[in-house]
């Protein structure tokens, strides 16, 4: 974003207590493990009790999302506050004075890696880039996970198909989008970065379609954390 001068954002905030990292941490990423245990859990458990689990999991499938939910947003607030603020995250912005606060922007980040850590450290909810309205796209696999797809919408987050970009970019909220994607995974190797891009132009286009600006982003560090 131009050549003015960089300007460094880090989190500022007290490092938070272990436990509530931990709790944190469980609440952002490990509903996608607890899910799959409960599922194997219940075809081992009594038959009436593995049908209740499995029942119990489809309505929580069922019930619709509500963003702007109060209590969402505090479990929000207290996920960013606590899982961000246990990974030491730095954002490098080369130009701050570029960026326009009624613009939307298209965010282009890499690499994938196991896990896009350092991605969610530029959405509005980390406070860590002068944009006040980010979404951050993420596969639309999550939206179908129980409790998973309304703590991850709560945190910003949208399914990541072309109507719902546009949807977004349309009303002036930034998107954060990983071109490379899960897919990225399958090219994993140890100590090397790989971004898995010939084939992943799709956001370019539309960005171009829709006016936004194109910011390259690449996070350091995440291989040391996803190994």
């Not at 912005?93 to 939307?104: G, R, T, V």
């Not at 980040?109 to 509005?124: K, N, V």
């Not at 399914?159 to 970009?165: M, N």
């Amino acid at each position: 974003m131009g050549n003015g001068e960089t300007k460094e954002r880090m989190k500022t905030d007290t490092k938070p207590t272990l436990y509530k990292s931990i709790i944190a941490l469980y609440l952002w990423i490990g509903m996608i493990q607890f899910n799959f245990m409960l599922v194997a859990a219940a075809f081992f458990l009594p038959l009436r009790i593995g049908a209740s689990i499995l029942a119990l999991l489809g309505l929580l499938r069922l019930i619709p999302i509500n963003p702007k939910s109060k209590f969402g947003s505090k479990v929000a607030r207290f996920i960013s506050k606590n899982a961000y603020g246990y990974f030491p995250i730095t954002v490098h912005l080369e130009d701050e004075k570029a960026f326009d606060p009624d613009q939307a922007y298209v965010f282009g980040y890499e690499p994938h890696t196991i896990f896009a850590l350092g991605a969610w450290a530029l959405t509005d909810r980390a406070g860590l880039t002068p944009l006040p309205r980010i979404k951050f796209m993420a596969s639309s696999l999550a939206f179908n996970i129980p409790v998973l797809r309304h703590i991850w919408a709560w945190l910003g987050c949208v399914p990541v198909t072309r109507k719902s970009f546009i949807k977004q970019l349309a009303a002036g909220t930034s998107c954060i989008t990983v071109p490379g994607g899960v897919q990225e995974t399958i090219y994993l190797e140890r100590n090397s970065e790989v971004a898995f891009l010939n084939s992943r132009k799709g956001f370019i286009k539309l960005a171009i379609e829709m006016g936004s600006p194109l910011v390259p982003v690449f996070c350091f560090g995440q291989m040391a954390i996803n190994w």
